[in-house]
């Protein structure tokens, strides 16, 4: 299983970016699917998570109202639509898929496969 993330960069405060993460092999709809960031100096955290059929969706309080969490099953691809960002949104985002929970969970432990992740920078 390989997972690829892209469309991250440089963006200004209040600008908007949206991630991809596509994953290879079958069964992609059998994954629940999450988004994590990691900022310099500090602990991996949770974003976003997104059920498997796409219909259930959760969010880190930070982000609530701004993330947009989508998939689609047909192309193998999760998306994070990341609007109003704010330079404490910088960070290396990274997906992460599991077929244990339905939905993806907030603990990074329960994820069994990730990508290599994408630098998000958003300037003041």
């Known amino acids: 299983v390989q997972l690829v993330e892209s469309g991250g960069g440089l963006v200004q405060a209040g600008g908007s970016l949206k991630l991809s993460c596509t994953i290879s092999g079958n069964f992609f709809s059998l994954n629940a699917m999450g988004w994590f960031r990691q900022a310099p100096g500090k602990e991996r955290e949770f974003v976003a998570g997104?059920?498997?059929?796409?219909?259930?969706?959760r969010y880190a309080d930070s982000v609530k109202g701004r993330f947009t969490v989508s998939r689609d099953n047909a192309e193998n691809t999760v998306y994070l639509q990341m609007n109003s960002l704010k330079p404490e949104d910088t960070a290396v985002y990274y997906c992460a898929e599991t077929r244990t929970y339905e939905l993806g969970p907030a603990l990074s432990d329960e994820y069994n496969y990730w990508g290599q992740g994408t630098q998000v920078t958003v300037s003041s």
């Open positions: 997104i059920s498997r059929s796409g219909s259930r969706t």
